[in-house]
């Protein structure tokens, strides 16, 4: 049974940050490309950022230079380290791992104060 489990979520102020991680299990980690995404609400879900097995990151442009993505191989998880933190960012970000297949997790809300 696939499972994505993220963590990390909460409330802080603008100009704070927060570090996010989903940990994968039930999946060859190692070949899926992993993302971020999120909702905000009354909005469709969007790409925050991806890496892939090889380690090749993308971002969405309003995230660039502010979040970070990363995984770890042996712990089997995948992190979003998100600085400068803006009010619209307030969301709740979800997890992804795609291939052949493609797995969502539960999510977790974000919210940021001005």
């Known amino acids: 049974q696939v499972q994505l489990v993220e963590s990390g979520g909460g409330l802080v102020q603008a100009g704070g940050s927060l570090s996010l991680s989903c940990a994968a299990s039930?999946?060859?980690?190692?070949?899926?490309?992993m993302g971020w995404y999120r909702q905000a609400p009354g909005k469709q879900r969007e790409m925050v950022a991806t890496i892939s097995s090889g380690g090749e990151t993308n971002y969405a442009d309003s995230v660039k230079g502010r979040f970070t993505i990363s995984r770890d191989f042996i712990k089997n998880t995948v992190y979003l380290q998100m600085n400068s933190l803006k009010p619209e960012d307030t969301a709740v970000y979800y997890c992804n791992a795609e291939m052949r297949d493609n797995y969502w997790g539960r999510g977790t809300q974000v919210t940021v104060s001005s």
């Open positions: 039930g999946i060859i980690f190692s070949i899926y490309r």
